[in-house]
C-alpha cells in the first residue's frame, strides 16, 4: 500500500487527524482531581437548587502580568501567500520587561473594579484584605447599587493570598461567602478561560510608552473591558455550569 493510499483511508475514511497536545499548568493527582469532582459537584447542586440566580450572586476576579509590549503569536502574524512569494521571515522576541499586575473583579453584568499593584511590591494577604475592604466593597456599592444587600459569592483561585486568615476574617467581617476552588484549576476561573486571554491577545503586538510611564497600558485596558458587551461577561459566568460539568 502507497503512503498516499494509507493516508486517504486514515484522514478521509477513518477521519483521523493529527493534533498537538493541549498544554495545561499541572499534572493532576489523584486527590486534586477528587477534590475538583468534590467542589464541582456542590457548586452545580446550588446551580440546580437556584438557577441563574446563583450565577448572578458571584464577584469573580483574580491577578495577571500586563507587558508593556508583547510580541504577535504566529496564528496572529499570518499572511495569504502565493507560491512566488518570497519566504517570510519574522524575528523572535521576548515580552518586554516592563510589566504591571492588574487585577480584575467582575460579574455577569460587567466589570467593577480594575485595580494596578504598585511597582516592586507583591500581592501579600494584608494588601489583598485591603483591597477588598477599601475598594472593591465601595466599587460594589457604587456600580451594582443593591448588590451588597444580597449574598455576595466571591470566586477567586486558591492563591495564598486569596486563603490566608487575613482574607477569611475580612470575607466573613463583609458576609461574603467565598466559593471553593480547587487547586490548579485554570478552568474554573472565569477570568482565566474567559477574559484575560480575550484582552492579552487585543494587546499583542502594541508597543506602549516607556516603561516607566504605566498610563497607556491601564488606559487600553480599561478601554477593552468598558467595550465589551453585556453578554459577553454573561456568557463567562454561565460557562461556569459547563466547566464543571
Not at 39 to 65: K, M, P
Not at 218 to 229: E, N, S
Request: hydrophobic share 35%; proline share 5%.
Amino acid at each position: 500500500m502507497s503512503v498516499g493510499s494509507a493516508y486517504s483511508l486514515i484522514h478521509d475514511s477513518l477521519k483521523f487527524s493529527k493534533v498537538c497536545s493541549r498544554w495545561v499548568p499541572k499534572e493532576l493527582t489523584e486527590e486534586h482531581k477528587r477534590k475538583c469532582l468534590d467542589v464541582c459537584s456542590r457548586h452545580l447542586a446550588h446551580y440546580r437548587e437556584e438557577g441563574d440566580n446563583f450565577l448572578q450572586q458571584i464577584v469573580t476576579g483574580v491577578e495577571t502580568w500586563i507587558h508593556h509590549y508583547k510580541p504577535e503569536s504566529k496564528r496572529q502574524n499570518m499572511q495569504w501567500k502565493h507560491p512566488s512569494s518570497p519566504v517570510a521571515v519574522k524575528f523572535k522576541m521576548q515580552p518586554s520587561a516592563g510589566k504591571l499586575m492588574l487585577t480584575a473583579f467582575w460579574d455577569s453584568q460587567g466589570p467593577i473594579l480594575e485595580t494596578y499593584q504598585e511597582r516592586g511590591t507583591t500581592v501579600i494577604s494584608a494588601a489583598y484584605r485591603d483591597m477588598l475592604q477599601r475598594e472593591l466593597k465601595p466599587a460594589i456599592c457604587s456600580i451594582r447599587r443593591g448588590k451588597l444587600s444580597k449574598e455576595i459569592l466571591l470566586l477567586h483561585n486558591s492563591a495564598h493570598p486569596h486563603i490566608a486568615a487575613h482574607t477569611l476574617e475580612t470575607l466573613k467581617q463583609l458576609k461574603w461567602e467565598a466559593m471553593e476552588h480547587p487547586a490548579y484549576s485554570l478552568d474554573l476561573a472565569p477570568s482565566d478561560f474567559h477574559l484575560f486571554g480575550p484582552l492579552k491577545n487585543v494587546l499583542q503586538g502594541r508597543r506602549f510608552s516607556c516603561d516607566d510611564d504605566d498610563d497607556d497600558v491601564k488606559a487600553a485596558v480599561h478601554q477593552w473591558l468598558c467595550a465589551q458587551p453585556k453578554t459577553f461577561v454573561a456568557d463567562g459566568i454561565k460557562k461556569l455550569v459547563g466547566q464543571a460539568g
